[in-house]
């Protein structure tokens, strides 16, 4: 994962009020929950270490997305490229696109720590 992708997911998750820090072997996790589904995922920050956690864009990039940090979140692997593969092709305006942009974005607006 390149390093700026990294920072960003980092940041997502120190943003996240589902997210705490862990301490095991020797190693400080972030440790929380996906967006979309509440699995539990973590995120290493150890840059060297794998992160099985991946960024999401709320709004996809493809239409208009930024790195914001209202418009990121933590989701676990399956459920991140599964939404790119049904939604992010979409046409802008996808009463589908919408609907999931929307709960998502109010999921984050609840997670967000003060």
């Known amino acids: 994962m390149a390093g700026r992708t990294r920072r960003l997911l980092r940041a997502a998750a120190e943003s996240d009020v589902t ?8 190693r400080t ?4 929950k996906c967006i979309h ?3 539990q995922v973590t995120v290493p920050l150890d840059v060297d270490e794998p ?8 709004v996809p990039r493809s ?11 933590v989701a676990c692997k399956r459920c991140n490229h599964g939404k790119g593969r049904r939604l992010d092709r979409r046409r802008p305006g996808d009463e589908t ?4 942009i929307e709960t998502l974005r109010a999921r984050r607006r609840e997670r967000l720590r003060p």
């Open 19 to 26: 997210f705490e820090r862990v301490e095991s072997r020797g």
């Open 29 to 32: 996790y972030l440790v929380g």
């Open 37 to 39: 589904c509440s699995t």
């Open 51 to 58: 992160a099985h956690a991946t960024l999401e864009h709320i």
């Open 63 to 73: 239409h208009g997305g930024t790195d914001g940090l209202d418009n990121l979140a």
């Open 97 to 100: 696109l919408t609907r999931v």
